[in-house]
């Protein structure tokens, strides 16, 4: 039974899977921010440490391909970050990490917007361009921030 398991644990599977599986989570930091159930599953430990999960089996396939020490390539310039994400595993791998920061940035975004009481329609947009290209998201949000909590703040 296990080995069946594992056979579906496939590259595309588990990309596929990260990917549909972290939908209902920023679903309801968007719709549902401040909910217990939002509480539960997001702004605990469950999300982080199911994709977690898949980071270190993945990190276990690469070391039983022996590709362990292919990730130094990212240090060597651009052409070593593109030979490096040539491997489905580092490519999966970064996609994982990727998957935790902004889920885990959309998590902070809710926490902290409660904590200025900024309301939840202005706070969708930062979500949203959060969840697509991260950086841009919450840098979108500090601005709407500081007019709510009425200070520049860079270290909060």
């Known amino acids: 039974m296990i080995n069946n398991l594992l056979s579906l644990l496939t590259y595309e599977n588990i990309y596929l899977a990260a990917n549909w599986g972290v939908v ?24 982080p440490l199911l994709l977690a999960t898949g980071y270190v089996y993945m990190s276990y396939l690469i070391f039983l391909d022996g590709n362990i020490f292919g990730g130094f390539e990212l240090y060597n310039g651009l052409d070593g ?7 489905e595993g580092f490519l999966l791998i970064f996609w994982l990490h990727f998957l935790s920061i902004s889920l885990f940035a959309g998590a902070w975004i809710v926490r902290d917007s409660k904590k200025y009481f900024i309301p939840k329609i202005i706070t969708i947009p930062s979500l949203i361009l959060t969840y697509f290209s991260g950086p841009i998201g919450l840098v979108f949000y500090w601005f709407i921030r500081i007019f709510f909590a009425k200070k520049i703040s860079f270290n909060d």
């Open 24 to 47: 209902p989570f920023w679903l309801l930091l968007i719709f549902f921010p401040h909910y217990q159930v939002t509480n539960f599953f997001v702004q605990s430990i469950i999300a």
């Open 81 to 87: 970050l593109y030979s490096m994400f040539s491997d």
